[in-house]
């Protein structure tokens, strides 16, 4: 590594990355499609904003990617529990400094002179997409075999409970990508980062 | 025939599912790659992800397969829970339900089966009764709780004597509707040979005479109006599974 770079995002963090990306994409627009078929509340999605022409179309997408999704996120996971990148990136993480970060955040004061640590608003939302993530699988898995999963299903209230879940875990990982997006397009050389994985010094 | 085979059937089949799974997981990535190869410029870029996705789907009927218990039961619900009125769901609109006329009625029986005698209703109906309070859960998302009474498929496919080795068995509808099932969930405890709804002789927007009830299945699957049932070894699809839904469509 060249002396005027530092490492932010090892290669299978970046990979990890991108192949959620796609995957959380393929996700949440086939996703809207099979909505649509059965709305659970009194609107829709526009049908443009949707992937795969017909409901049918639509379960293959969701039905295909899942594999996608879950794999890659067990294989980032199981790294960054075992590779020790969780707990150095995520922790420690309190909630005033966590409310601190988010009130400097609004007020555009939020510092990002080091990329490779995370201040406590970053934290809280890696973190919580993380689990809001292992929300919407386990929801989805109840939604899928409601009776194979019975026991799973029961702790989210049955078929109709796992459904409002996979529902609501679904607006907050869109919110989560809308707030992120948001923000890399306030500070541009994140992006770079998460494709090279270095960033300049200076 | 006696229960005895209809105990052990179940899970052998699951089994042999099972396997067929693996060795096709384990073909799935070459045959991706044969077939990579096979199209070149034969196929335009939406007909290769077409294959892919088909490819996907076949792959999740084998990992339903492996999942699906033989013994599990899909849970019961008090008759409060019942949902009033019970959903219509068809191909068609709720004006163009099929009337199947009583008297004349036959259930035709063919395949791998040793008795291929056509069934009138009096004798149908004389078969043992057993009921269900269970969700019905349609592809589209929606479900809905209703009863359901009627002989255990099970019981009527050992009647017939049909071969239980058999890997699929299929129906066809007086509505031209027709769809598939794998032995396994035929053989399931709690799926059913329905003439009644609630109690009552099934209405012809619920598919009188006769509609098979798969509590482990999706709605689709449960086909309404049914004249002929038959035992095979070669998948005979069904009418939205030929279009694109999943096959095998278990909860």
């Known amino acids: 590594m060249a002396a005027d770079t530092v490492k932010v995002h090892s290669l299978l963090v970046r990979i990890t990355h991108w192949i959620n990306a796609l995957a959380i994409l393929v996700m949440v627009l086939s996703g809207w499609k099979i909505y649509n078929a059965a709305p659970l509340f009194d609107f829709s999605f526009p049908e443009s904003w949707t992937l795969g022409g017909w409901l049918g179309g639509a379960l293959q997408w969701h039905f295909a990617a899942m594999w996608l999704l879950a794999l890659n996120g067990m294989i980032y996971l199981a790294y960054g529990f075992f590779s020790g990148h969780l707990w150095r990136r995520m922790f420690p993480i309190t909630t005033g400094a966590m409310l601190r970060d988010v009130l400097n955040a609004m007020r555009g004061r939020l510092a990002h002179d080091d990329l490779s640590v995370y201040n406590a608003a970053q934290k809280a939302a890696y973190l919580g997409v993380i689990l809001l993530a292992v929300g919407l699988i386990l929801s989805g898995l109840a939604i899928w075999k409601p009776v194979q999963l019975y026991w799973l299903a029961s702790l989210m209230g049955d078929y109709e409970g796992a459904r409002l879940l996979h529902f609501f875990c679904m607006s907050g990982i869109v919110l989560f990508v809308l707030v992120h997006v948001a923000m890399v397009i306030l500070v541009p050389k994140t992006f770079l980062t998460m494709i090279t994985g270095r960033l300049k010094n200076g | ?251």
């Open chain 2, 1 to 251: 025939m006696d229960s005895n085979l209809k105990d052990h059937a179940g899970p052998l089949l699951a089994n042999l599912e099972r396997r067929l799974f693996l060795r096709r997981g384990l073909s799935l990535g070459a045959l991706s790659l044969l077939s990579g190869c096979e199209l070149t410029d034969a196929l335009t870029y939406d007909e290769r992800v077409q294959r892919l996705l088909t490819a996907m789907s076949k792959w999740n009927d084998g990992a339903q397969a492996w999942l699906f218990d033989p013994k599990r039961l899909a849970p019961e619900f008090p008759e409060s829970m019942i949902t009033n009125p019970f959903p219509f769901n068809a191909y068609y609109g709720e004006d163009e339900i099929r009337l199947v006329d009583a008297a004349g009625y036959k259930l035709e029986i063919s395949g791998l089966v040793r008795e291929k005698r056509a069934w009138g209703l009096p004798e149908l109906y004389a078969l043992p009764e057993v009921s269900q309070v269970t969700r019905h859960i349609c592809v589209e998302g929606w479900s809905a709780i209703g009863k359901w009474s009627g002989v255990r498929f099970s019981d009527f496919l050992q009647r017939i004597g049909a071969d239980l080795s058999a890997r699929y068995v299929g129906f066809k509808c007086a509505d031209d509707y027709y769809t598939s099932i794998d032995m396994a969930t035929a053989l399931h405890p709690q799926t059913q040979l329905s003439f009644k709804y609630a109690g009552e002789t099934l209405p012809p927007k619920y598919g009188f005479p006769m509609k098979l009830r798969i509590p482990t299945k999706l709605g689709f699957k449960n086909p309404k109006h049914i004249v002929a049932i038959f035992v095979s070894n070669e998948n005979p699809g069904g009418y939205w599974e030929d279009k694109g839904y999943n096959w095998f469509s278990g909860s």
